[in-house]
């Protein structure tokens, strides 16, 4: 009796590594950008006064 399977070759999934590394750079990138946005729009002196008082 033979046991055992025939040649099973790996093959590394490129596109989807490659599509997932680009999704997490955008979201990263979109959220930065509305972070920044929400940053300008805020006067930071006026916020450090009021979290003084």
Do not use: Q
């Amino acid at each position: 009796m033979i046991i055992g399977g025939g040649n099973v070759d790996f093959v590394f999934p490129w596109s989807s590594m490659g599509g997932s590394i680009l999704g997490v750079f955008f979201v990263v990138f979109i959220t930065t950008l509305y972070a920044m946005h929400k940053i300008r729009k805020e006067n930071i002196i006026d916020a450090l006064r009021d979290e003084l008082t």
